[in-house]
Structure formats: structure tokens, C-alpha cells
T-cell receptor, first 113, second 114 residues
Framework: DGGITQSPKYLFRKEGQNVTLSCEQN?????MYWYRQDPGQGLRLIYY???????QKGDIAEGYSVSREKKESFPLTVTSAQKNPTAFYLC????????????FGSGTRLTVV | GENVEQHPSTLSVQEGDSAVIKCTYS??????FPWYKQELGKRPQLIID?????GEKKDQRIAVTLNKTAKHFSLHITETQPEDSAVYFC?????????????FGTGTKLQVIP
């Protein structure tokens, strides 16, 4: 997957449950991102992190949480406060400076059952 | 903040014809414009990009043009093939405090009809 790995590929969540999506990269990228993609829509930014131990809310952070304890890892937790979590979640990484594109992971499809 | 509009939302072309997807952006501070291709159920992949100091860039059958004055940029695919069928996203990027702030367009679903 080009140096960035997301797991699992498919995830099912029961009502009221927290679930964590994994994202690991070995590209030595400083910046990492989480996007949500709904059918027929674009990519919406959930959280981003520029460096270890620092992260910022994106446009739709409510009901989600993240951590960045290691440069390589940026897990996303979908909490029970997220009322409509069914979506395709994409993790990405990049060099910090502008002028470089993202490398995306292969995505996790989360479904509420 | 930046706003990126992308048109059309869907595009059908006959195999061998050309396809053009257009994007406009609002923030003149944006200086890097990548294009991503996303096949069904897969991750987006960078296919071509252009920086603000360049007006046109070409890579085999795909090309991108940028008009900074008008704040619009376009993706051109020539001699389309069925494997070009995918969703294409444009993006505008600016460097904001050492962090690249990326705003994506809403995507164009391209269907190439054999």
C-alpha cells in the first residue's frame, strides 16, 4: 500500500460502541490526516497532525478522537457520540511543506449494525 | 478559507475521446494543485500536479493547466480508455504556518464507454 497501511479494511460497530481505526506509515512523513468519504461526496477532514504529540481538529471532528504518540502512527477512534459513523475512512500522510501530494492508505469501511 | 468548486460532477465520454474536468479556487495564497484518481472502493492516488509558477504540465495522456489570474485549473485526458473510468478529485493547497492546508473538490465521476 505504498508505505501507509490502514486496518481493518472492514469494520462493524454496534450502537453505543467505540471503535478504533489504525493508520501506520513508514514514509517518514511528519504530517498525517484523517478524512471521511460519504457516497457521492468529496473528502472531509476530521483531524490532522503535523508532528508527534500534536493534532488539530478538522472540519468534522465532533464524535471522533485521535492520538499521535509516534511519528508512524495516527489512530482514529470513532466514539458513540458520532451519530452517523457509517462511511469510508481514509488516512493520508505527507511532507509538511506545501507542494507535495498526499499518500493515502487503502481505507477502512465502517458500518453501524 | 479556501473554497474549491469542481465541474462536472459526472462525465461520460466515448472511448478515444477527450475528457476535461474544471476546478476553481478562491484563495490566491494556494500554490499547489494536485489531482487524484480514485477507482471504486480504492484509495485516491496522485496522478498529476502543478505548482503556481507553472501554467501547464503534461504526462503522457493527461495534462493540467493553471490560470492563476482567473483562479482556475483543469485536467485534460486525451484518447480516453475504459481504465480511465474513476472518480477524479482536484485540490488546492496552501502553506499555512508550516502545514499544508488542502481543500478538495467534490469529485467528478468519469465513465469511459467502450
Amino acid at each position: 500500500d505504498g508505505g501507509i497501511t490502514q486496518s481493518p479494511k472492514y469494520l462493524f460497530r454496534k450502537e453505543g460502541q467505540n471503535v478504533t481505526l489504525s493508520c501506520e506509515q513508514n514514509l517518514n512523513h511528519d504530517a498525517m490526516y484523517w478524512y471521511r468519504q460519504d457516497p457521492g461526496q468529496g473528502l472531509r477532514l476530521i483531524y490532522y497532525s503535523q508532528i508527534v504529540n500534536d493534532f488539530q481538529k478538522g472540519d468534522i471532528a465532533e464524535g471522533y478522537s485521535v492520538s499521535r504518540e509516534k511519528k508512524e502512527s495516527f489512530p482514529l477512534t470513532v466514539t458513540s457520540a458520532q451519530k452517523n459513523p457509517t462511511a469510508f475512512y481514509l488516512c493520508a500522510s505527507s511532507i509538511r511543506d506545501s507542494g507535495y501530494g498526499y499518500t493515502f492508505g487503502s481505507g477502512t469501511r465502517l458500518t453501524v449494525v | 478559507g479556501e473554497n474549491v468548486e469542481q465541474h462536472p460532477s459526472t462525465l461520460s465520454v466515448q472511448e478515444g475521446d477527450s475528457a476535461v474536468i474544471k476546478c476553481t479556487y478562491s484563495d490566491s495564497a494556494s500554490n499547489y494543485f494536485p489531482w487524484y484518481k480514485q477507482e471504486l472502493g480504492k484509495r485516491p492516488q496522485l496522478i498529476i500536479d502543478i505548482r503556481s509558477n507553472v501554467g501547464e504540465k503534461k504526462d503522457q495522456r493527461i495534462a493540467v493547466t493553471l490560470n492563476k489570474t482567473a483562479k482556475h485549473f483543469s485536467l485534460h485526458i486525451t484518447e480516453t480508455q475504459p481504465e480511465d473510468s474513476a472518480v477524479y478529485f482536484c485540490a488546492a493547497t496552501e502553506n499555512s504556518g508550516g502545514y499544508q492546508k488542502v481543500t478538495f473538490g467534490t469529485g467528478t465521476k468519469l465513465q469511459v464507454i467502450p
